[in-house]
């Protein structure tokens, strides 16, 4: 089934821009595309790596995550609405994940320590970042925090770990 293309919506923004990501196979091998109103197509590809895009703000500016073609996930990217693509991750971490941003350009998301648990961060339009636990946490394998959305006064919600290792 290679060469297959498909899209799957994953974020909207005012005014009417959807965040899609483009598959090129059913191996997830993929491009974020963020999909405007006039039904043109920007492609976003960090180079050497696969690619994907996570959410969208009212400027235009996406994040997402990146990894090599192995499968394996690496770190997170913010693209301005000018273009400028700039890359982070949490220092001496496994892997960091951008998984929402508000319209201030703050980003949250999910990053993994090296016993495999999942933590918070938040990385402000500045680009400061700030990891943190939500209390009562799993401290084991595959538990922890899993941040899933930023609103525009900076609450930050995340997934329970029942939830998350159910739903992946």
Known sequence: MAGR?????????????????????LSCVGSGLPVHAAASFIEIQIPSHRTVVSTINSSGAVAGFYGGYDGRE??????????????????GELYTGAM??????AITGNYFNLDNVSHGFLRTAD?????????????????????????????IGSCPDEW?????
Not at 74 to 91: K, L, N
């Open 5 to 25: 293309l498909g899209f799957m919506r994953i974020s909207i923004s005012s005014p009417a821009s959807i965040v899609a990501v483009l598959w090129i196979t």
């Open 74 to 91: 690496e770190g997170s990217f913010v693209r301005a609405a000018d273009g400028i693509i700039t890359t982070f991750e949490v220092p």
């Open 100 to 105: 929402s941003m508000n319209n201030g350009g």
């Open 127 to 155: 680009g400061t970042l700030t990891t943190f636990d939500v209390s009562g946490a799993g401290t084991k394998q595959g538990q922890g925090t899993t941040p899933s959305g930023i609103n525009d006064k900076g609450v």
């Open 164 to 168: 998350c290792r159910s739903c992946g």
